[in-house]
């Protein structure tokens, strides 16, 4: 507690680590005046998994496994940015179905995150109906998903030099019949977000950002294109098969939680049109091509859009097995610094939904200690420490 | 190299030491570390393109400095300002006067990497844990990290 300029009393209030808004770790630590947010702080890494660090030890087809666990909601981005980067290293031509491929999972990827988004930030405003709505309709992209990788989660479509699983002509039928579905419910959704009144008084005019304060800030992906700025890595640098199958962004002035609303929303739609396209327009071919062990010195920048926004991935070889440096700089991170100075002047309720609306992704954020020799946690051992520690057996 | 990166040459030319395009949309420009402020604030209010982040290197070099890289983007167009460092001082100023939200990715790099960012509004950590070693830069090469001694046992 300390004094302000009033002469009155001012608290800090400690938000986190544990589940600030998301299920998810950050520290946020809020001064407050009475219930005005006067000043704020940010401190992450609980969940810093020093990756970072570790892919200099592995080579270069180990770390595309290690990179697509840096996030479990945009896994595929995580390693299509690093096959991208890494086969531009290797000039290695990856084959145009591939390529299609990795960007249908990428756009499947984009609906299951943006639908998982919604039903998050509807639960932060007290609107847990529409939350658990639209997470059962998530469940329709995510048996695509499943049902093209085999995964729900952690996808591993990609191969350096190309992806794993082919389309069926079966499945291209399952994919257009779910995309019908979540169209239609998603229109229901822009209906609801932008008429109930009650939502609208979380949303409308709170945590504006102009156009102006997006610039500054630097902020990226969906959060940027609600406050004007066109920014999408898929519209202005198209790559793999964004070149043949373009993007139209999705951009709204307004800057506040409703626009934020509106444009993930809007974004849904352009992803089923994408999505269709791919499917209707599949290039026939080959999905993978012959890849080096060992790459050639150099450097590369690979940046690609994840539902989040732009992901950055510089990657350096010094002519070896392994990679020389990795460096990820994720959405969350760029638009971490806009919830700070947005937080300042609004009232603390509206905190929560100011985080959500970023679509902060803390593991994303966080990164960088693995585990391994030869005490791992093994099933038994973990039993044995929860018999040790409850004095029974649970199972 | 096209238009936008010849328009940032012509913004940071005065303090490029070198430079050459790797790819073709690409540019980097070597400039001397107390220079990196300066330049970051000449990009921005040429309203260049933004700053989308800053990357440590080590290993880069052969008489053993570190480097710090400075990626602004425009459009397609990529941007980086590369500075090396002496290892045992290694400081660059901050470039939050002119984009005030690197002070996440300075936080990151200072923790990381040690490099001291001079006047950058928050110097505390951002990843690293409360009990990380102080002097210990994970991100060097030469980094000395052991395994943390797993956590006492409590409440039994």
Sequence with gaps: MSDNEHGGSKFTVPIGPQHPALKEPGHFEFGVDGEVVTSATVRLGYAHRGIEKAVETRNWTQNMYLLERICGICSHIHAMAYCLGVEALAEVEVPPRAQAIRVLVAELERIHSHLLWLGVAAHEAG??????YSWRDRETVMDMLEGLTGNRVNYSANLLGGVKFDLTAELAAEIKRGLAFLEERTQHYLDV???????????R???TMTNEQAELLGVVGPTARASGVNRDIRVIAPYSAYKVFPVTPVVEYAGDLEARFVVRLKELFESYRLCRAVVDNLPPGDITTRFPRRIKAGEVVSRVEAPRGELFYFIRSSGGENPDRVKVRTPTLANMASVISLAVGHQLADIPMLLAGIDPCFSCNDRAVTISGDDDWTWERLRQLGIARYGRPAW | M????????EIVGEWALEHNAPAADRLDVRIKPEHTAAAARALIDARWGYLTAITGLDGSAEDGQLEVLYHYCRGASILTLRASLPRDHAAVPSVCGAVPMATVYERELAEMFG??????????RLFLPDDWPDGVYPLRKDAALERAAPAPEEDQ
């Design chain 2, 115 to 124: 490099v001291m960012v001079v006047g950058t509004p928050d110097s505390s």
């Design chain 2, 2 to 9: 096209n238009s936008d990166l010849e328009w940032a040459l």
């Design chain 1, 193 to 203: 977000v932008t008429s109930d009144e009650l939502f609208l008084r979380r949303t």
């Design chain 1, 127 to 132: 609107f847990d109906t529409l939350f658990m």
């Design chain 1, 205 to 207: 005019g709170v945590g």
